[in-house]
């Protein structure tokens, strides 16, 4: 990683008006990425709920609707209809014949042993075909092509037709010509509609979608005998009910998906063996059409006086088991093919994806689980009478406040100082402010304070400089918008009474959580850091002490060079640091600091923003940390895999479960869906109270937990993301200053904030 690259940018660098406009006006290249994946995935995801049907009133939302503008030519005539001029037109199959016709496939296992059965006995079928199964097993009707049976179009989801609009009418035809023309090269004429399997199921809903199907040149074909083996009532019943009386012919409906088969497979063979033996052949549909054509007209000609030439109509064609099917053309060809690849991604896509996301559901609910169990020891551990750090420390330390145009909040934070209880010296490192920060901090007159004055140069900068100013072993950081209770130096400077402790994590706290934004932020603090520093301290691989408050020995950071300008998260890479080193860091939950958090959400983003970024640096900067051995590896073995699960990879893929939830609540069982949520929310709110409680914290903000979790926590996926894709693409990040309001004020002993 390029050191030039990551370096904070000096603050008064900011550009023009002009530069800032033109900046918001043009996308980022990495913004524009994150769009185009979010786009992506949510594409994918529907089109993968429009192929299974999940998508779009897949069942039947007719019944017993009347049939009076119906001809009864076509109520009570053959099983295949057409139109010639307008004109409604049936025909019935021959004697002696049957059309073998199997409805909503294909399917992988059902229609390929469908297929071997016919090839075993040498006779074709007529299959139609539901799109979204084609799409996704394209070889099937590949091979059904090439075995010489024919193909129909059963609509793309299987929906009834009846109540649909004449765009989804034509969409769901042509989607399913699209899928056959992928998966074979071919279109057909053919169409059954989905629950209208004889022709007295047609009734007025739905003849005017035959009559704008026959309209386009297609046949319509029912059936006039169902073997009912969808109901499975046993292979001697399907035999028996797909069997023609008295030697007509049939159009015989069977079924080749849509469920267990197993009867069907049985019963195909017997029942083709006991027709042959009565003297029935077996055709497809246009075969059956030709030879009732070719009746016809040879009836026609026998009545016809003698010497009258046949028209051209009357000749079969060379080839009847195929006349249905159409080389389909070029565009239709490839836009087949792009869609049997669109969905080719989806179908691998989607199963990946519900994969990732039940492994970040155990390790999320894993988590949770581990949080609760080790911060209930950590809590046991800390509050034993006899526990103890060692001796008390008493002498003195220094505090370090760095300051960049703090005017509202630098006479708070002083003021808390000046109440410590542990005798301190205060040093204010002013860098480079513009609106009178250091002027306010000399003119309150408190006693122990010096204001360092500095050229503009940086958190870390400023920091370092007040390490070398100070004149205590001990030196505590702190933020220049934080104030302190009475007794927090002294309750954050005792862990140093063991003399391998390098460093102190206290317990941060939102100030300013009267408003929406605020209460979030308080939720999350108390919940997703506090708890997660008991979790760590228990492992001894605590990953970042809070720029807001924190302690340390000050040999150690000079020791490890002090705080770096590698990272925009300088907290976390002097910790991983001090790790390194060998020194042990430690939280002290009692030790509380009052920060004001980001009141907006544009400054919220720019905050996470830039600690998610840097923590990612500081990760890639000590990725060698892994191989480090002995105790100072303990973070590299322990501590990196865990940060890097639980606070990039988790949280990267997190919001897949809230996205897979709402694909769940809208196209599967809202109802299920909505438990599953509620169920892990309830477990979130049962860490987040108990949370409270061990922070002895108001429980009415947790009122705020489920809002936050449905608002909230997808910004901060958002964010995470965004920092993920300005890493991979290289992206420079500046430090931006946010704007403060004091309205943090000093904390009265046991009180709080005011």
Request: proline fraction near 5%; glycine fraction near 8%; charged fraction near 20%.
């Amino acid at each position: 990683m390029n050191r030039n690259q990551v370096r904070p940018q000096r603050r008064h660098a900011t550009p023009s008006r002009i530069e800032r406009v033109r900046r918001q006006a043009v996308p980022k290249p990495r913004v524009i990425i994150a769009l185009l994946l979010l786009l992506g995935l949510v594409s994918v995801m529907l089109l993968d709920g429009y192929l299974r049907a999940e998508v779009g009133n897949d069942q039947r939302v007719r019944s017993d609707a009347s049939a009076s503008k119906v001809p009864d030519s076509v109520l009570d005539g053959g099983p295949f209809l057409s139109f010639q001029g307008g004109t409604a037109r049936t025909r019935s199959v021959p004697d002696k014949t049957i059309v073998l016709t199997f409805d909503d496939g294909p399917d992988p296992e059902w229609t390929q042993k469908v297929l071997d059965i016919l090839d075993d006995n040498d006779v074709p079928g007529t299959f139609f075909l539901v799109g979204s199964m084609i799409s996704r097993y394209p070889d099937v009707v590949r091979r059904m092509v090439d075995d010489g049976n024919e193909v129909g179009v059963h609509t793309f989801t299987h929906v009834d037709l009846s109540y649909q609009s004449a765009a989804r009418v034509t969409r769901e035809i042509a989607q399913t010509q699209l899928a056959l023309a992928g998966a074979a090269g071919i279109t057909t004429t053919l169409f059954r509609a989905p629950y209208s399997s004889t022709n007295d199921a047609i009734d007025n809903y739905s003849w005017p979608v035959y009559k704008k199907l026959g309209a386009m040149g297609y046949t319509s074909v029912f059936i006039d005998t169902d073997s009912e083996d969808w109901q499975q009532p046993g292979v001697s019943k399907i035999i028996e009910w797909a069997t023609p009386k008295s030697g007509k012919g049939a159009s015989v409906l069977f079924h080749d998906a849509g469920g267990n088969r197993a009867q069907t497979l049985e019963a195909l063979p017997r029942y083709i063996k006991k027709m042959k033996a009565k003297g029935y052949t077996f055709t497809t549909v246009s075969g059956a059409q030709q030879q009732a054509q070719g009746q016809q007209a040879q009836g026609q000609q026998a009545q016809a006086p003698q010497g009258t030439p046949a028209t051209a109509g009357d000749t079969r064609q060379s080839n009847p088991e195929q006349a249905a099917h159409r080389t389909a053309d070029t565009a239709t060809l490839w836009e087949g093919r792009a869609l049997l690849g669109a969905v080719a991604v989806a179908e691998w896509t989607v199963p990946g994806l519900a994969a990732v996301l039940a492994v970040v559901g155990v390790a999320v609910l894993g988590r949770f689980a581990m949080m609760l169990v080790l911060a209930r020891r950590h809590y046991r551990q800390r509050n034993r009478r006899r526990f103890s750090w060692g001796p008390s420390v008493t002498a003195p330390v220094s505090v370090i406040v760095p300051a960049y145009n703090e005017k509202e909040c630098i006479a708070n934070t002083l003021n808390s100082l000046a109440a410590s209880t542990h005798p301190i010296e205060i040093v204010v490192v002013d860098d480079g402010s513009t609106d009178g920060t250091a002027e306010i901090a000399e003119s309150l007159g408190l006693p122990n304070v010096r204001v360092i004055r500095q050229p503009n140069a940086g958190k870390p900068a400023a920091l370092n400089n007040g390490v070398r100013h100070a004149r205590y072993d001990i030196v505590v950081m702190m933020d220049g918008d934080t104030v302190f209770e009475p007794d927090t130096v002294q309750r954050l400077v005792q862990p140093f009474g063991d003399p391998g402790v390098g460093a102190v994590a206290g317990n941060a706290k939102v100030g300013n959580r009267s408003t929406v934004i605020g209460a979030w932020q308080h939720i999350e603090y108390v919940m997703g850091f506090n708890l997660d520093r008991r979790m760590y301290d228990l492992l001894r691989c605590m990953p970042t002490i809070p720029g807001a408050i924190g302690a340390f020995r000050r040999d150690a950071v000079l020791a490890v060079g002090g705080m770096s300008e590698d990272t925009l998260a300088e907290d976390t890479d002097i910790t991983i640091a001090l790790h390194r080193a060998g020194w042990r860091v430690v939280y002290a939950e009692h030790a509380r600091a009052w920060t004001e958090a980001p009141a907006s959400l544009g400054q919220l983003w720019r905050q996470r923003y830039r600690w998610s970024y840097g923590t990612m640096q500081a990760l890639w900067k000590h990725r060698r940390s892994v191989t480090d051995r002995g105790p100072s590896g303990r973070f590299g073995r322990v501590g990196m895999p865990l940060v890097v699960l639980f606070q990039i990879v988790t949280p990267v893929f997190a919001p897949l479960i809230d996205v897979f939830t709402v694909y769940a609540m809208i196209f599967v069982d809202f109802k299920a869906s909505l438990l599953a949520w509620l169920a892990v929310l309830l477990v979130q709110l049962v860490c987040a109270a108990y949370a409270f409680r061990l922070d002895r914290e108001r429980y009415r903000y947790l009122l705020m937990l489920p809002l936050q979790q449905i608002a909230y926590r997808q910004l901060m996926y958002l964010v995470l993301i965004h920092s993920c894709v300005t890493a991979a693409t290289g992206g420079r990040l500046r430090w931006q200053k946010l704007k403060r309001t004091g309205e943090v004020g000093s904390p009265a002993p046991g009180t709080g904030v005011r």
